[in-house]
């Protein structure tokens, strides 16, 4: 089973970091600034089935927020990447979500906030947070520096896809 | 009403339940039956398998969809499946053969197909000059030069295809070549999907604006679009534009054959196996032909044409030579007035005017060395006024005796030298009719009789020494002048038919014995006659010493010599005798 993940968020929030840790690269990075999109792939194990997740790192520009289209087009989900030391990266990312959710529909995502290694300096706080929680988001606190919640963000999202194609 | 007693109770009991029985008949005896038979075939198994063996196959049927049913036959299947193939073997093996061969022969053929292309270019390249230069490369790059041969003698190879779904660009299905460097083509797929999109999205607009191919290197990638799915080929060199058709073919018979699956796409790929042999199809390649070689029968076909024309071209040139020559040579023959001189290529026409002396042209045609029916010549006669030929003409016309002399000077011809009278007189009527001669002088010329000539034989005496009858070298010294003056006589006894006897006579002094004398006189007369007739005298004339010293020895002189007694006769008659 292969799955076509997004990663989105705003300039420098660290989706790159998140997925480099996540998988072994294969192209260059140089690829974000020339056609703004690096493909990166990672093979889980999901309820005893390998899930292949195919993940479109896309470049963030928070001055615009501008995404391609195109990019997105097949996605069966994506991850919302917010800087925790960055308050309004958090506003980039749910103008992203309702961008996408109004071009691919209500499909399943997850919210990770980054840096949680530097928890002491963040400036999102939790009372926003608690609010998206209760809309029904998927939010970790994670670091791609340490690997925190990592590994459990890619995975939860893919059984939710899987569970979702079932 | 009489009470029934208590002896008769049983009776009643009897009775009623006969009653009961009689009357439970009457009532459930058609049930009761069928439950007998219904009884009948649960006891009877024989009854009940024949039912089930009628009803299996709808019941099978009907559960066709159900996993339970699969996951509980699985096991017995399998077990049946392998029992009968260890009990008869061969059957399996007839049912599967039609089915394995021919997709063992396919695979063969094509391991074949392939080995014998690598086989035959390396051989074809093996001792060829770029053969060498390829063997260094591999040598030095370190690959086999049978994989180098192949390189170079490719013109395209399609080493990978790629069937991406179209909008996740997740990869459908994937074939490469042997010797492809395949990275990770799920990734590949991906990100050729998004630089397909970045360059749609950049510089398209429209569909049909999409990426259609780019090359990185030696190779280049086609993209062939369709509405769900996209084929991509890497492509080793140049294919053929026609191999955009080859492409479409494929993407359209995958949409035709996979069209529900495309749609319904939700990343499980493993539906798309069966679209490799079509994706196999375009692993197609092309190596440069060898070099056509020409039949041998062309090749000596086309050396004998070559020959021919050289040989031709030769001939021509010689020809040309031989006939500038030949002209050259008939300008300059004296007594030839060449006037045309045409060459018709290869037939030749020669005009001109020819003396009767001159050499004739045919000779110097038939020495040229061209063939001479090629050749057609016309020659019109007239007289060369050159002085040699104005000589040869008047010598041909005036026949002079060999003790004239003809020569020209200017415009005169003058003769000198002995000649008898009749022929200065015939020289000098004729002299002026030869061409070219405006005057003939002959005051140089001593007319002779022959009784003058015949007194100046008579005249001359051969000396002999005492004793001998060899002659001197000094007397011999008269001998020429002697025999010209003789010839002289012939020619003019011959002119006018008369014929000439000259009689040697030998004479002794008076020593000796008479026979000795006698044998002395005949040999120096036989060794004068002799003399004289080793360089002939002339058809007229006849050298005797007959009988003359013998019937009249007193009338010779008394001195040792020979000499000469000349009659002259008319021809046919008979000799006349010494008076």
């Known amino acids: 089973m292969h799955k076509k993940i997004c990663m989105l968020g705003g300039f420098a929030v660290g989706k790159t970091s998140l997925v480099r840790r996540f998988v072994t690269n294969l192209f260059s990075e140089e690829y974000h600034t020339s056609i703004g999109v690096t493909v990166e792939k990672k093979i889980l194990s999901v309820a005893g089935e390998n899930v292949t997740l195919m993940l479109w790192d896309l470049y963030g520009d928070d001055e615009f927020q501008r995404i391609r289209e195109s990019y997105l087009r097949g996605s069966s989900g994506y991850i919302l990447v917010v800087d925790g030391t960055r308050k309004e990266t958090l506003a980039t990312a749910l103008g992203l979500q309702r961008t996408v959710e109004g071009l691919l529909g209500s499909i399943p995502f997850a919210l990770i906030v980054n840096k949680s290694d530097v928890r002491d300096v963040w400036e999102i706080d939790d009372a926003a947070l608690s609010a998206l929680r209760q809309q029904g988001w998927t939010i970790f606190f994670g670091s791609a520096k340490t690997g925190e919640a990592v590994e459990s963000l890619f995975s939860t999202l893919a059984h939710r896809l899987l569970n979702q194609a079932m | ?579």
Request: net charge negative; charged share 20%; aromatic share 6%.
């Open chain 2, 1 to 579: 009403m009489v009470e029934p007693s208590s002896k008769n109770m049983p009776n009643l009991t009897t009775d009623m339940s006969e009653d009961l029985s009689e009357l439970r008949n009457l009532l459930l005896a058609p049930e009761q039956t069928q439950l007998d038979r219904l009884q009948e075939r649960l006891d009877d198994p024989v009854l009940r398998t024949h039912e089930v063996s009628r009803l299996l196959p709808g019941a099978l049927t009907l559960q066709k969809d159900d996993p339970v049913l699969t996951a509980v036959l699985t096991p017995h299947v399998e077990q049946a499946f392998f029992t009968s193939l260890r009990r008869s073997p061969q059957a399996i093996v007839d049912a599967i053969a039609p089915i394995m061969g021919p997709a063992i022969r396919q695979a063969i053929r094509q391991a074949l197909q392939s080995l014998t292309q690598s086989l035959n270019q390396t051989i074809e390249h093996s001792f060829s000059l770029k053969g060498f230069r390829w063997r260094i490369e591999a040598w030095t790059t370190g690959r086999p030069f049978a994989e180098t041969v192949l390189l170079h003698t490719l013109r395209y190879r399609v080493e990978q295809a790629f069937l991406i779904h179209r909008d996740t660009g997740l990869l459908l299905q994937h074939v490469a070549t042997e010797t492809a460097i395949v990275r990770d083509q799920e990734m590949v797929s991906g990100m050729l999907t998004a630089i397909r999109n970045f360059v749609h999205d950049s510089f398209g607009g429209q569909r049909e604006r999409d990426l259609s191919s780019f090359q990185v290197g030696e190779f280049t990638v086609w993209i062939q679009q369709g509405t769900n799915a996209i084929l991509a080929v890497v492509i080793r060199g140049t294919a053929p534009e026609t191999f955009h058709d080859v492409l479409q073919d494929t993407l359209d018979r995958i949409h035709l054959t996979q069209a529900d699956a495309l749609v319904s796409f939700n990343g499980d790929a493993s539906s798309f196996a069966s679209t490799q042999p079509n994706l196999e199809a375009c692993l197609q390649s092309q190596y440069e032909a060898p070099a056509q070689k020409p039949s041998p029968v062309l090749v000596a076909i086309g050396l004998l044409l070559l020959l021919g024309l050289l040989l031709w071209g030769w001939g021509s040139y010689r020809d040309g030579q031989r006939w500038d020559t030949l002209v050259d040579r008939l300008k300059s023959e004296p007594g030839l007035v060449l006037t045309t001189a045409q060459d018709h290529g290869g037939r030749y026409d020669l005009a001109g005017l020819r003396d009767p002396l001159a050499t004739d042209p045919t000779s110097l045609i038939a020495a040229s060395g061209l063939q001479a029916d090629r050749i057609h010549s016309t020659w019109s006669p007239y007289y060369a006024m050159d002085p040699q030929f104005i000589l040869s003409r008047a010598r041909a016309l005036l026949q002079p005796p060999d003790t004239v002399t003809l020569i020209l000077e200017g415009e005169i011809l003058v003769a000198s030298g002995t000649a008898q009278e009749d022929w200065a007189h015939e020289a000098r009527r004729m002299a002026p009719f030869v061409p070219g001669v405006l005057r003939y002088e002959d005051k140089k010329v001593q007319t002779v009789s022959m009784a003058h000539l015949i007194e100046s034989i008579e005249h001359v005496t051969i000396q002999f020494a005492s004793n001998s009858s060899a002659i001197d070298p000094v007397e011999a010294g008269k001998i020429p002048a002697l025999i010209s003056v003789l010839r002289d006589l012939d020619n003019l006894a011959a002119r006018s038919h008369q014929q000439v006897t000259v009689e040697c006579r030998g004479s002794v002094d008076a020593a000796g014995s008479e026979l000795t004398n006698r044998i002395l006189r005949k040999t120096r007369a036989q060794a004068v006659c002799s003399a004289l007739g080793e360089s002939g005298v002339g058809s007229a004339t006849t050298l005797t010493t007959e009988s003359a010293s013998i019937r009249r020895p007193e009338n010779q002189a008394t001195t040792r010599s020979v000499g000469f007694a000349v009659t002259v006769h008319p021809s046919g008659s008979a000799k006349a005798g010494h008076p």
